[in-house]
């Protein structure tokens, strides 16, 4: 970690080194070229102007976001004919699994949310029917940044489509009519750019024009993109959704090679055959009616989202003490090292929902087993910490461990310690990381709260079978919003068959008619 932090600086400390090398170089004055060189906190290398073929200057910082990943900002400005460009490129690595970022963008003020997009990124705006493909370059800008690049990039060509191709002409002129209509430009404005060159001196998050909301996705495969959250990651503007790459995205990633996809493909293949040959697996029709043991272990080819190499998932049945039975289903790729694990639930459906609610007073109470389903919802009250349900999917573990994860997911993809953040937004950040860290450190007495609509969630009473005088549980009727976003609404599993036979009778009635 000290040898990372070494060559990726903050932004902020490369900030007061520079400063301090220029306050040294003037007091100094007229030294040797050498020393001043190795004094510079940017490195400059000679490169050639892709414009007019002369040599230009390239600049290399090397610095590390806060909260997110080391990156290289590059930028490059030929003197002969003034070109400049800039791109940033993560030197982090690859992430697990590919993320999904989506920000809605309702007021002007959201505009200015920073954007970080990779070489490997899709950006997606629905309402525009607007799709950019990844690029050869990463990007740190803004939501308004974006759209003027987009604006830039599309309105030279326009005079030649409506001449070759006015079809491409109109549709590309609708979706720069809405975008020039987010950015609130007007024509003046506009050709005043064009002629002199120069940014429009007004922001678009300031203006007062009336803005159409509009949503904005970065799909990345590696993972190294990001948009900034207002606040905390409770923003009821921006979600997080993470994902296994497909096969194509490994290889287009250069995680697997393709010859190696033929050779996967045939093995998963044999696999699948000698299974059904010898009636493993639960594949054979005697296999059905056989109940599943505690001690069987059932085992299931697939492929690793991490590398693409065929592996086995292994699923057991497991019973809780004063609970139910679950099954457990672990991953582990002897490849890339990728490890996961998942519970569902053994049982049928509750009638009710259940809500538990535990009262940790020392580090005795962080030892205890919980089991969250992927249908829970966790709350600390105590630190205003609120997640949803589906958050983390299912997980086996203990109460330090499933805080010292959520500890992680936060510290690891926060972005508001940055140098462009707001100071208050700042602060009220590490206020709330600093009380989850005495939280999961049992510095300080809190509440659990696990809401489940399914009632698969479980913590461990230490009284058992007694009452925990440190834990309640209560048992609700769902609601019918719940229901349905859980599909029970539509579940019928009794007279199902005399609905499946109607529609026939129908058509046969139909056909006679």
Not at 200 to 210: D, L
Not at 337 to 366: F, W
């Amino acid at each position: 970690m000290s040898k990372s932090n070494e060559f990726f600086p903050a932004i902020g400390e490369l900030a007061d080194q520079t400063h301090k090398h220029e306050e040294r170089v003037e007091g100094a004055g007229d030294q040797g070229e050498g020393e001043e060189q190795e004094e510079k906190v940017v490195q400059e290398i000679e490169s050639l102007c892709m414009k007019c073929h002369e040599q230009g200057v390239t600049r290399l910082m090397l610095t590390s976001i806060p909260f997110f990943r080391e990156v290289v900002v590059m930028s490059f400005r030929c003197e002969h004919c003034g070109w400049s460009n800039n791109e940033i490129q993560s030197a982090g690595t690859i992430r697990p699994e590919g993320t999904l970022y989506t920000a809605k963008i309702l007021e002007r003020s959201d505009l200015d949310r920073q954007i970080v997009r990779s070489p490997s990124c899709t950006i997606i705006i629905p309402e525009l029917d607007l799709t950019l493909p990844p690029t050869t370059r990463g990007q740190l800008t803004t939501v308004e940044g974006l759209i003027r690049d987009v604006v830039a990039d599309l309105s030279p060509d326009q005079p030649l489509r409506r001449i070759q191709d006015e079809a491409s002409y109109t549709a590309i002129q609708k979706i720069l009519d809405k975008l020039k209509d987010i950015l609130g430009d007007e024509d003046e404005e506009e050709e005043a750019e064009q002629t002199t060159g120069l940014a429009n001196p007004i922001k678009a998050s300031e203006k007062t024009h009336p803005m159409s909301p509009f949503t904005i996705k970065l799909d990345d495969p590696a993972g190294n993109s990001f948009v900034e959250f207002v606040g905390s990651m409770a923003d009821p503007k921006w979600n997080l959704r993470t994902y296994p790459r497909t096969l194509d995205q490994n290889v287009a990633l250069g995680l697997i090679a393709p010859d190696d996809e033929a050779v996967r493909m045939e093995q998963m293949k044999q696999v699948m055959i000698a299974q059904a040959q010898s009636g493993e697996g639960g594949m054979n029709e005697g296999s059905a009616s056989v109940p599943i043991t505690d001690d069987e272990v059932f085992v299931f080819p697939g492929s690793c989202s991490s590398c693409g190499h065929a592996i086995e998932t292994k699923m057991k049945k497991v019973s809780i003490p004063y609970f139910k039975d679950i099954l457990i289903m672990s991953t582990n790729c002897d490849k890339c090292g990728y490890r996961d694990n998942e519970i569902k639930s053994g049982t049928a459906i509750s009638e009710k929902g259940k809500k538990i609610t535990l009262r940790c007073e020392d580090r005795e109470d962080l030892s205890r087993d919980i089991l969250k389903s992927e249908t829970a919802g966790l709350t600390i009250p105590e630190i205003d910490l609120v997640l949803t349900h589906g958050t983390l999917g299912g997980r086996f573990t203990t109460v330090e461990g499933i805080l010292e994860q959520v500890y992680e997911e936060l510290a690891e993809k926060a972005f508001v310690s940055g140098d462009s953040s707001e100071d208050e937004e700042k602060k009220k950040f590490q206020q709330f990381l600093a009380g989850l860290k005495a939280v999961k450190n049992a510095e300080r007495p809190f509440t659990v709260i696990l809401d489940d609509p399914l009632a698969n969630s479980y913590i461990q009473n230490l009284y058992a079978p007694d009452p925990d005088p440190n834990m309640t549980t209560e048992f609700y009727e769902r609601t019918f919003e719940q229901n349905e976003e859980l599909g029970l609404n539509d579940i019928k599993v009794e007279g199902y068959e005399q609905d499946a036979e109607k529609p026939a009778e129908t058509e046969d009635s139909e056909v006679k008619a």
